[in-house]
């Protein structure tokens, strides 16, 4: 006897976990992973449709108390079997619903519009001037003028395009209907899809060139490598530069060539102008893109268009992973360690973990590529998890150089600017030049805060346990929720004078360089500038095309751009990420740092990046000032194996929501116990505590941290825990959400 796990078709919380039912005899061949299935529901024995997620021959209870299956409809599975798969390999592993995990999965709906293109022509009985003038004389006789116009206009062009037809020879959709129905037109419709690249024409340039596709001798070596290696997962550590690109694109053309398809993840949408172009000029219309910034119907047609094999190529962020192809040979992650990868909603999965998974019920690759390799990444690569490989060297030139500039000796040698000595003086070098500038700031905004300077009042969100940031125009926003006021003229504390803005923002930086530099011509790049649709696109192609000398922004800008004229790259503040809530700090701060100075001298040998820093003695600083990412690898994962961090030992976050804090606190108490109950070895648990950002959005958080050498058995106590909760009056007032191996503090 065999039995189906099946997941009704109701969105209802209460009802998410399989079902049990027998599969009958009739139906063993026909009931597959994904399979759209009728069963018997409830008490009522109402006919439901559910998905089957699984298929076993082990019963989860009483044999004599299931129910069979009804039917399987072969030709309407609204669900992707593979999806489905993909699905619930995230609920198990993100602790979400697995009604949130399918939505995650397949985002968008059928009901969207789809559009056609509609051609009329004459009917095949019209078709020679004799009865073109019989169909003349009988409209004539019935003073039928529009039907007239139709006819007198196929008479001169046998075929018209319908939305000219109505637009311009004014003839409604009824007339339309009527004369075909009739036979005097015939119809042809066909399905279009809406093009989301129209930007690649919309920003090309004069300086845009062939994308060159030949491969040195060390990037041969590890494509052949790559391919004659029975591995999975292959981890390419690439300086910046290396030309790691070149191996994407080749591994991508033997892998056309073998039938299949490709997803090209990417961490920014920022990324996507450069890296579309590249793609596209070499492979063609076989490419698209997927991303957030597109409308409903262009997401829609792009899935649409990879479902029915018209694109072999999906270019996007993490959920590019979801596309709905059927043949994948290679899933790409560039910038592999990325914290964009995992979802900051639930449920949160790691575009990484789920494109593995992904990837093996295709036994296709997948291939991790940086210079910067998330330690997790390098970690399970020395230990043989991952085929590890390594470029060395710069495909075209030598890398940067780096000079370090303490602000400590800035500020006693009399220097309050902003810009070093050392900096202000090559950036006046690189203008004079008519070379490009990169300056890098992780703040958006124009002052970090707004302080009272008799009182000490910081004016914080009222939404939120955080400082609000100034923007330029008198405005206070905070960055988390988007509440915003204006800025107030005295404190509301003591009713003083003396509230003013301070620290630095990357507006502030604009507004600085245009006074220190005022022929530079300048472009600033963060989530204030690319709020529109396109902007990021824009942006960047003016950039490209040397419409600005210098541009600005915050980290949207260090991650993968190649701008050959960038000689000189500036980091006005190494220190913002060091000293984060997180046990990740250092090592985000070196990706950034080593991602930043990557920008410089990309198609020059006198590329140059300056650190401006408080604390140039930090080994990540050292390390990155130096590209030495073995350098820092050897010093973190000493303080990981220390202090039992992940990739060493494995965590999982349990945050607690909740509008009261009582709540909150009462229900982080209830789970410290139940966690004490459980008595798994090994397991220690941290909290509940406060979160780092107590108050979000008007609801008050408190976190548990659980450390565990065993990922699984993190994941069998997440499970326990969500059967509980199901019953805990304690935390009835509260969300409660899992995350494994979260990638940035509480």
């Known amino acids: 006897m065999i039995f189906a796990d099946i997941i009704v078709d109701i969105s209802h919380e209460k009802l998410d976990r399989p079902f049990q039912y027998i599969i009958p005899e009739s139906l063993e061949d026909k009931i597959l992973i994904g399979s759209a299935v009728k069963i018997p529901f409830g008490k009522g024995n109402r006919i439901i449709p559910g998905y089957v997620i699984g298929i076993t021959e082990l019963p989860s209870w009483e044999v004599d108390k299931m129910k069979e299956i009804l039917s399987v409809e072969e030709k309407k599975i609204t669900l992707e079997s593979e999806l489905i798969q993909i699905a619930w390999f995230i609920r198990e592993t993100c602790g979400a619903t697995m009604n949130q995990a399918l939505k995650t999965v397949i985002p968008v709906k059928s009901k969207t519009k789809e559009i056609e293109k509609a051609e009329i022509s004459l009917a095949q009985d019209y078709q020679t001037p004799e009865k073109w003038k019989e169909l003349l004389e009988h409209y004539q006789k019935k003073h039928a003028a529009v039907r007239i116009r139709l006819v007198e206009a196929l008479m001169k062009?046998?075929?018209?395009?319908?939305?000219?037809?109505?637009?311009?020879?004014?003839?409604?959709?009824?007339?339309?209907?009527?004369?075909?129905?009739?036979?005097?037109?015939?119809?042809?419709?066909?399905?279009?899809?809406?093009?989301?690249?129209?930007?690649?024409?919309?920003?090309?340039?004069?300086?845009?060139?062939?994308?060159?596709?030949?491969?040195?001798?060390?990037?041969?070596?590890?494509?052949?490598?790559?391919?004659?290696?029975?591995?999975?997962?292959?981890?390419?550590?690439?300086?910046?530069?290396?030309?790691?690109?070149?191996?994407?694109?080749?591994?991508?053309?033997?892998?056309?060539?073998?039938?299949?398809?490709?997803?090209?993840?990417?961490?920014?949408?920022?990324?996507?102008?450069?890296?579309?172009?590249?793609?596209?000029?070499?492979?063609?219309?076989?490419?698209?893109?997927?991303?957030?910034?597109?409308?409903?119907?262009?997401?829609?047609?792009?899935?649409?268009?990879?479902?029915?094999?018209?694109?072999?190529?999906?270019?996007?962020?993490?959920?590019?992973?979801?596309?709905?192809?059927?043949?994948?040979?290679?899933?790409?992650?560039?910038?592999?360690?990325?914290?964009?990868?995992?979802?900051?909603?639930?449920?949160?999965?790691?575009?990484?973990?789920?494109?593995?998974?992904?990837?093996?019920?295709?036994?296709?690759?997948?291939?991790?590529?940086?210079?910067?390799?998330?330690?997790?990444?390098y970690?399970?690569?020395?230990?043989?998890?991952?085929?590890?490989?390594?470029?060395?060297?710069?495909?075209?030139?030598?890398?940067?150089?780096?000079?370090?500039?303490?602000?400590?000796?800035?500020?006693?040698?009399?220097?309050?600017?902003?810009?070093s000595r050392r900096l202000a003086s090559l950036i006046e070098d690189r203008l004079a030049k008519k070379e490009q500038i990169m300056l890098f700031l992780n703040r958006r905004g124009y002052a970090g805060f707004v302080?009272?300077?008799?009182?000490?009042?910081?004016?914080?969100?009222?939404?939120?346990?955080?400082?609000?940031?100034?923007?330029?125009?008198?405005?206070?926003?905070?960055?988390y929720c988007g509440y915003t006021t204006r800025m107030p003229q005295l404190c509301p504390s003591c009713h003083s004078r003396y509230i003013a803005p301070f620290g630095t923002g990357t507006e502030k930086v604009e507004a600085l360089v245009h006074k220190q530099f005022p022929s530079a011509r300048v472009l600033r790049?963060?989530?204030?500038?690319?709020?529109?649709?396109?902007?990021?696109?824009?942006?960047?192609?003016?950039?490209?095309?040397?419409?600005?000398?210098?541009?600005?922004?915050?980290?949207?800008?260090?991650?993968?751009?190649?701008?050959?004229?960038?000689?000189?790259?500036?980091?006005?503040?190494?220190?913002?990420?060091?000293?984060?809530?997180?046990?990740?700090?250092?090592?985000?701060?070196?990706?950034?740092?080593?991602?930043?100075?990557?920008?410089?001298g990309r198609k020059s040998d006198h590329g140059e990046a300056v650190i401006q820093t408080y604390h140039p003695e930090n080994y990540s600083i050292v390390a990155a000032s130096r590209q030495d990412y073995k350098e820092f690898y050897n010093q973190e994962i000493l303080y990981r194996t220390i202090s039992g961090y992940p990739p060493v030992m494995q965590m999982m976050a349990i945050l607690i929501t909740s509008d009261q804090r009582e709540d909150g606190r009462a229900a982080g108490e209830w789970l410290k116990t139940e966690l004490e109950h459980m008595q798994e070895a090994d397991c220690h648990v941290i909290g509940p505590v406060d979160a780092?950002?107590?108050?979000?959005?008007?609801?008050?958080?408190?976190?548990?941290?659980?450390?565990?050498?065993?990922?699984?058995?993190?994941?069998?106590?997440?499970?326990?825990?969500?059967?509980?909760?199901?019953?805990?009056?304690?935390?009835?007032?509260?969300?409660?959400?899992?995350?494994?191996?979260?990638?940035?503090?509480?």
Do not use: W
């Not at 075929?159 to 009739?182: A, D, F, P, R, T």
């Not at 303490?406 to 902003?418: F, M, P, Q, V």
């Not at 969500?722 to 509480?746: Q, V």
């Open 157 to 377: 062009q046998t075929v018209l395009n319908q939305e000219y037809v109505k637009k311009v020879l004014k003839i409604s959709s009824s007339v339309l209907k009527e004369m075909e129905k009739g036979n005097i037109i015939t119809v042809k419709r066909t399905r279009t899809y809406r093009n989301p690249l129209t930007f690649l024409d919309d920003y090309r340039t004069d300086t845009d060139k062939d994308v060159d596709v030949s491969l040195n001798e060390g990037q041969k070596q590890i494509v052949e490598s790559i391919c004659s290696d029975s591995s999975m997962v292959h981890l390419i550590h690439g300086i910046t530069g290396s030309g790691k690109t070149r191996i994407y694109m080749e591994l991508i053309r033997r892998t056309l060539l073998e039938g299949k398809q490709a997803i090209i993840m990417i961490p920014e949408i920022s990324l996507t102008y450069q890296t579309v172009k590249r793609f596209f000029d070499v492979f063609g219309e076989r490419v698209s893109i997927i991303h957030s910034r597109l409308s409903p119907g262009e997401r829609y047609d792009q899935l649409e268009r990879a479902r029915h094999g018209d694109i072999d190529i999906m270019i996007g962020p993490r959920s590019a992973v979801f596309t709905p192809f059927s043949n994948i040979g290679v899933i790409i992650i560039d910038e592999e360690h990325e914290s964009s990868y995992k979802s900051e909603t639930i449920p949160k999965y790691h575009a990484r973990e789920t494109a593995i998974f992904r990837a093996g019920l295709h036994h296709a690759r997948v291939i991790l590529g940086s210079a910067t390799p998330s330690v997790e990444s």
């Open 525 to 600: 790049m963060d989530a204030d500038t690319t709020a529109a649709k396109g902007s990021h696109e824009r942006i960047l192609s003016q950039f490209a095309a040397h419409q600005a000398d210098i541009l600005i922004g915050t980290q949207m800008i260090v991650k993968g751009h190649d701008f050959p004229l960038v000689t000189l790259v500036g980091i006005i503040a190494a220190d913002l990420s060091l000293y984060a809530q997180d046990y990740r700090a250092s090592e985000r701060t070196f990706q950034l740092l080593t991602q930043a100075i990557g920008r410089a």
């Open 692 to 746: 780092g950002i107590f108050k979000l959005k008007d609801r008050y958080r408190t976190v548990l941290y659980l450390k565990h050498s065993d990922i699984h058995a993190l994941t069998g106590i997440k499970n326990r825990l969500e059967l509980k909760l199901k019953t805990c009056k304690t935390a009835e007032h509260t969300d409660i959400y899992f995350d494994l191996n979260p990638m940035t503090g509480y």
């Open 379 to 419: 970690y399970k690569a020395l230990h043989g998890e991952y085929r590890l490989h390594t470029l060395s060297f710069r495909a075209s030139g030598a890398v940067a150089q780096v000079s370090v500039a303490d602000l400590r000796a800035e500020l006693e040698a009399g220097n309050k600017s902003i810009f």
């Open 451 to 479: 302080n009272c300077r008799k009182c000490g009042e910081v004016l914080q969100c009222p939404h939120c346990d955080i400082s609000l940031t100034y923007h330029n125009g008198e405005r206070l926003t905070c960055h």
